[in-house]
């Protein structure tokens, strides 16, 4: 990354404390005129930060924060802090106040959806976008950090799962995939025991976090805690540049063309699991006998549930 890494503690402020809403009742609200009035006071690396949202509004609702830093040659910490300046929480809450002023609210449940779309359409449209999701997926998929990912996960002793807010079942999944062929793992999906469990990890440890974003306060800092204690960690996030990939040993590219101002993911799960079925069976494979005897074994007692 060619940006400074963020101060998560002091600058960050997680995307599931900020819902998007249609309307002004988180009372922050027009971004551009705030901006516009304090461009003349600001210092030069604000008034970089600032020109970037002032020229590329639409572009920006799109962008991550260190997409947004890049672009100005700026921190990541200087475009929070100048968001903070304009009396948002954070970066996110600002493109949320961005995407209020510039998309339809319709576009809050889906981007490909028109308020007059009747169910047939509403069926097609997100089964579509669901199914390029999965196809732009396959493709930027990295088939060598699928490997590493694989043999990192052979020779690890356990594995943790990290994931906040709509990535946290998917952590779920992944962590009941990960039993089911015999691999010791558990799951974290509250933020204070992400970072006192990564804090405890070490060298003999797979951490495996999830965040289509990249830019979720808990799950980086859950992340760089990880990282910092010898464990390898391999994170599945969005293509694009993002906070996290400060702190990933190994990276596993989705292509949901969903955008990040709205915090209620959907095209991204799809992108996700099917990462992680992938995963899961490259692991399956490599461990053939171990997988399909563990299966075997659960099967047995997973039977004794049903009727």
Request: charged share 25%; proline share 3%; with cysteine.
């Amino acid at each position: 990354m060619t940006s400074p890494r963020l101060k998560l503690d002091a600058d960050a402020m997680p995307e599931s404390s900020e819902p998007a809403r249609h309307g002004t009742q988180d009372g922050f609200d027009g971004v551009i005129e705030r901006l516009t009035a304090l461009r003349p006071t600001l210092p030069p690396t604000a008034a970089r930060i600032a020109d970037v949202f002032l020229a590329h509004a639409a572009e920006v609702v799109h962008m991550s924060v260190t997409e947004v830093a890049e672009r100005a040659e700026a921190s990541e910490g200087s475009v929070i802090s100048l968001c903070r300046q304009l009396g948002a929480r954070g970066f996110q809450q600002v493109k949320i106040a961005l995407a209020r002023d510039l998309v339809q609210p319709v576009q809050f449940i889906h981007e490909d959806l028109a308020r007059a779309d009747d169910t047939g359409t509403v069926i097609e449209k997100i089964f579509r976008s669901d199914l390029q999701a999965l196809h732009d997926t396959m493709k930027v998929l990295d088939k060598a950090g699928m490997e590493r990912a694989v043999a990192a996960i052979r020779r690890a002793r356990r594995v943790e799962l990290y994931g906040i807010g709509s990535a946290a079942p998917i952590a779920e999944d992944a962590n009941y995939r990960l039993l089911r062929i015999g691999v010791e793992s558990k799951v974290v999906v509250d933020s204070h025991i992400q970072a006192i469990s990564a804090s405890l990890t070490g060298p003999d440890v797979v951490a495996i976090t999830i965040s289509h974003s990249g830019s979720t306060h808990e799950t980086v800092t859950a992340t760089r805690l990880a990282q910092e204690a010898g464990a390898t960690t391999i994170c599945i996030t969005n293509f694009g540049k993002s906070p996290l990939l400060a702190y990933a040993d190994i990276v596993l590219n989705t292509m949901a063309r969903e955008t990040q101002f709205r915090t209620e993911a959907m095209t991204s799960r799809i992108a996700q699991l099917a990462v992680i079925d992938a995963l899961i069976a490259c692991l399956s494979l490599a461990d053939y006998d171990k997988a399909v005897a563990t299966i075997g074994r659960t099967f047995d007692v997973l039977s004794t549930k049903r009727f």
